[in-house]
């Protein structure tokens, strides 16, 4: 990977930033069923309004302006817009068969924005984070409370799906795969796994981002691991980073985050909420505010990159940005 050298002696230098949160952006646009098919997909079968990972083919531009806003704000790295770039996720627009297409072109419009930014300013090198999603199904749960043991997918169909959609950021320009908003450690699991494969087979070295979700106030994720237990779980890869994102606020994120900075040898990723949505589902959380709080991450020495995930905006970056060039990073464990 030729950008690995620098995006780990970037980290060594200093906190990383993060992009925020891409759906909040692409909500601005307004775009409806038509602006989603585009003239090729005009005659689509089924509805693909909501499909933001078809717009880095129907409204490419969009989401390149996305990833310059981001940029412009400060973001050392920027995530692809792939979410939901499996057969799995794509089954729901009967899209699998352009989940190569997909990821391979989300990956190439970030690389391009971000190799224009380094060489606008070459002390400042951007980073493509691969964005790998959860998908819709659980290897860990039924989803049928009446069949406690049925699993609507299995860990070799996640895997495959995986390495598809890996296989493609790559080939793509990504620097970086990350493995995000895990609900479910076996998921996860399948997906480092199939990372694993891609590494041996290409014979490279692949960083790799985790970042799980803590679902509510038990401090669990969804499929029932605390984050000490979520750490050890996808402890057994190098990791380049392991952290949290999505499902709270930064206040509510700071005691997860400090059991992986006390007990973990990788760097240590954060990317809060905009605060807790409210009645409406809108996130209301200032680009100050949310500031003030992930001051508290910095002062603790808890991270290494920091970032934005649902209802955060470049200002939201821009804030984050300004906060953290006046801290140190992380300084990184070597447990023996």
């Not at 984070?129 to 860990?140: L, Q, Y």
């Not at 620097?175 to 694993?196: G, H, M, R, S, W």
């Not at 979520?230 to 380049?240: A, D, E």
């Not at 930064?250 to 005691?255: E, G, R």
């Amino acid at each position: 990977m030729k950008n690995s050298e620098q995006l780990y002696k970037a980290l060594s230098e200093r906190i990383l930033v993060l992009d925020g949160a891409m759906g909040t952006m692409l909500q601005r646009y307004k775009f409806e069923e038509e602006d989603y098919r585009g003239a090729r997909f005009k005659e689509w079968k089924s509805s693909v309004k909501g499909n933001n990972d078809l717009l880095s083919l129907t409204q490419p531009q969009a989401i390149e302006e996305v990833h310059n806003k981001y940029l412009e704000a400060g973001a050392d790295i920027i995530e692809t817009n792939t979410f939901s770039g499996t057969t799995i996720a794509m089954a729901d627009y009967h899209m699998e068969e352009l989940v190569y297409e997909l990821n391979y072109e989300s990956a190439k419009i970030a690389r391009k924005a971000c190799d224009e930014y380094t060489t606008k300013n070459p002390d400042k090198p951007r980073f493509v984070a691969g964005s790998i999603g959860p998908t819709n199904r659980t290897a860990s749960l039924s989803p049928d409370v009446n069949d406690p043991g049925y699993r609507a997918i299995t860990f070799d169909e996640l895997r495959l799906a995986y390495k598809q959609q890996s296989e493609a950021l790559l080939d793509g320009g990504a620097d970086v795969l990350l493995v995000e908003t895990v609900f479910d450690t076996l998921n996860a699991k399948a997906a480092l796994f199939a990372i694993d494969e891609i590494q041996d087979e290409r014979d490279i070295k692949i960083p790799i981002m985790v970042s799980g979700t803590i679902t509510d106030a038990s401090g669990r994720t969804l499929s029932g691991q605390t984050a000490e237990a979520f750490l050890i779980s996808v402890s057994h890869l190098n990791l380049l980073s392991v952290g949290f994102n999505c499902a709270l606020g930064a206040n509510q994120l700071t005691p997860y985050l400090e059991t992986l900075a006390h007990n973990s040898e990788f760097y240590v990723s954060a990317y809060p909420n905009a605060g807790l949505p409210n009645a409406f589902g809108k996130y209301d959380e200032t680009p100050e505010d949310m500031a003030v709080q992930i001051k508290e991450y910095a002062e603790k020495g808890l991270i290494n990159i920091i970032g934005g995930c649902c209802g955060t905006t470049p200002d939201h970056i821009s804030a984050i940005a300004a906060l953290v060039k006046n801290y140190k990073p992380r300084k990184v464990k070597l447990f023996v």
